[in-house]
Nanobody
């Protein structure tokens, strides 16, 4: 079993920045992707960004140009740099890892609140 530990959420003013981190308890064999989803109250989780082993990335349309996902060399830690945050970015952000199987692992979630 792999545990994902998220950090970096919190309260920020509109236009501000936050950096989320997600560390896996161990390196994942056969990994397909790591990334971030977010969930708004009463809604299903939606993809924010993901990164695959060759470094290719995908972003939701509403975060392109503002958010940036990156990873460490071992591909057991992923980061989400969030700039120019807007109130509509307020959500719980979940880290996930997808590996061969397919098997998904999820973090507990971290709250991001954008408010003045």
């Amino acid at each position: 079993q792999v545990q994902l530990a998220e950090s970096g959420g919190g309260l920020v003013q509109p236009g501000g920045s936050l950096r989320l981190s997600c560390a896996a308890s161990r390196s994942v064999v056969g990994i397909y992707a790591m990334g971030w989803y977010r969930q708004f109250p009463g809604k299903q989780r939606e993809l924010v960004a993901r990164i695959v082993p060759n470094g290719n990335t995908d972003y939701a349309d509403d975060v392109k140009g503002r958010f940036s996902i990156s990873r460490n060399k071992a591909f057991n830690t992923v980061y989400l740099q969030m700039n120019d945050l807007k109130p509509e970015d307020t959500a719980i952000y979940y880290c996930y890892t997808l590996r061969s199987g397919p098997i998904e692992y999820w973090g507990q979630g971290t709250q991001v609140t954008v408010s003045s």
